[in-house]
């Protein structure tokens, strides 16, 4: 998962960009970079690291210009390092950079149709010379060529891509997967300075930066705003959608409204979801208590339902990162421990309901109920905001391999047992699917129910799962 923006038309888009990555730094935090232009000049600056850690004064002065596009980095595959960070830019056939949040299946079918010879792992490379290729076919480079391009590349592109692109001299050029996997939105801001453009990847970004949210850039749209502030939109395809559904289970900030759903009321309906799970056991609590900070809101609506109280027993050290964004087990252990300490007085001799958004690998899970059982929590009773993970996600988010994932051969008793909890609530998908309030068939749920949007070859499959096999193996071989 990444975290995308394009700004056009503003007085300094460096610092527009500077702010706004801010507030989407919870989308990646492995590297971050920008891309600017005035006229037909350009400047590109990335790296690996938070945003306070690549950019400084003198580096934003650096980014002059009015137009600009800015991305934060999580890596879900592909290495961690510099040459991967975002954005890329081009020469030819026109000059350009591009950045965008997803993930494509057919890279490598792909890399041998263009006979690319690309410099990094990120599929971001790829996108940006399939598009460039494809411009190239037209015999003139004007405004129509980019969306045939557009449109030549969903055709042959298969997997997720939110996608912005800035061309000097040109204007802001965006476009999103005909399933709209990943979200992105398009805002305005007119002022006593004049009009800007810009488009995020959650409307917060637009709403800091005192953009008004015009809309959603629609799954298989292309949209054009020009250095002249004139905008034209294209619906290139129109396939049937499949939003991903951990935006709002875990990923998009709470203040945040994908697809006309907020995340924060999305999340208050799966706590209200799980309530009735757990009402079937007919066991008894003391407290409800959240795994902060995503589960907060499920725990508060779980509580609320349950008319129990709800109590923060865990304290959260605001420094230490999301645990996933470190790229290994042994990191992501350590961090665990790091990052949550028990409120011994809200534990002790209490049976208490641990509420988290999800188990991935259950090694939040396991650790947690462990640390309240050393404070002599009296039962630990764990419930889950999202369904069991039963397979691999293709399209962005770091849910691994199967052998990874604690719930892709285990039975829920099992689950229960290997995390040490007295019992084990999941949500099930019609409770997600009736918390996130959208069709069913609205909602990318592979990883719940193997039922890919888009095709996945079998040997797509083995190729992933070996990529990401040997990708741990190799971070694990160097820490030891
Ligand atoms: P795990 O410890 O592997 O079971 O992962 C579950 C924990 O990590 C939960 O506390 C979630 O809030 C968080 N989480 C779940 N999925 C992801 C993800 N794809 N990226 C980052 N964090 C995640």
Redesign the pocket.
């Known amino acids: ?1 990444c975290g995308i923006i394009g700004i056009l038309g503003t007085n300094n888009a460096s610092a527009e960009l500077y702010t706004g990555l801010f507030a989407i730094q919870h989308r990646g935090q492995n590297g971050a970079g920008m891309y600017t232009s005035e006229g037909k000049d350009s400047v590109l600056k990335k790296d690996k690291g938070l945003i306070g850690e690549v950019f400084d004064e003198s580096i934003l002065e650096e980014l002059e210009g009015s137009n600009g596009i800015g991305h934060v980095r ?1 890596p ?1 595959i592909g290495s961690n390092v510099e040459q991967d960070a975002q954005p890329f830019k081009i020469e030819n056939p026109i000059e350009m950079g591009m950045a965008h949040n997803g993930n494509i299946v057919n890279y490598r079918e792909m890399v041998e149709k263009y006979d690319l010879d690309l410099k990094s792992t990120c599929d971001l490379e790829l996108i940006l010379h399939v598009f460039a290729k494809e411009l190239e076919k037209e015999s003139e480079i004007d405004e129509n060529a980019l969306f045939v391009a557009a449109e030549r590349t969903m055709d042959n592109l298969n997997g997720s891509y939110s996608v912005v692109t800035l061309i000097p001299g040109l204007g802001l050029f965006t476009f999103r997967d005909p399933r709209g996997i990943r979200p992105m939105v398009f805002g305005k801001k007119v002022n006593l300075d004049g009009t800007s453009f810009g488009v995020a990847s959650e409307n917060t970004v637009l709403d800091i930066l005192g953009y008004k949210v015009l809309r959603e850039v629609l799954p298989g749209e292309a949209i054009l705003i020009k250095e002249d502030k004139s905008y034209q939109a294209r619906q290139l395809k129109n396939e049937k959608t499949n939003h991903c559904m ?1 935006e709002w ?3 998009a900030r709470p203040d945040s409204t994908i697809e006309r759903i907020n995340v924060y009321e999305a999340r208050f309906r799966l706590g209200r979801e799980l309530a009735k799970e757990w009402q079937k056991k007919n066991k008894k609590l003391d407290v409800v208590i959240p ?1 902060p ?3 907060r809101t499920i725990a508060l609506a779980l509580a609320e339902e349950l008319d129990l109280p709800y109590r923060e027993g865990l304290l959260r050290n605001r420094y230490v990162g ?4 470190m790229p290994d087990q042994t990191s ?1 252990e350590t961090a ?1 421990k790091t990052k949550l300490n028990p409120i011994i007085e809200e534990v002790k001799g209490k049976k208490i309901g641990l509420v ?13 109920i462990k640390l309240m059982k050393n404070c002599n929590a009296e039962e630990v009773h764990f419930l889950v905001g ?1 369904p069991p ?1 039963v397979s691999p ?1 293709y399209y962005g ?3 691994p391999t199967q052998e ?1 994932l ?1 719930a892709a051969n285990r039975s829920i008793r099992e689950i229960k047992k290997e995390i040490g909890a007295d019992s084990l609530t999941y949500q099930n998908i019609d409770g997600l699917v009736k918390g996130i309030a959208k069709k069913k068939d609205q909602l990318c749920l592979a990883c719940l129910d193997k039922e890919y949007p888009t095709k996945v070859r079998e040997d797509i499959r083995d190729y992933f799962e070996n990529m990401r096999r040997k990708e741990r193996e190799t971070v694990e071989g160097k820490k030891n």
Do not use: Q
């Not at 999301?322 to 964004?325: D, M, P």
């Open positions: 998962m999580y879900t951990f289970v875990y990923f795994v900070d995503t589960a999301r645990t996933f964004i992501r665990v988290d958004d999800s188990i991935v690998r259950g090694t939040t899970s396991k650790k947690l999202c993970i996600c988010i770091d849910i990874e604690i």
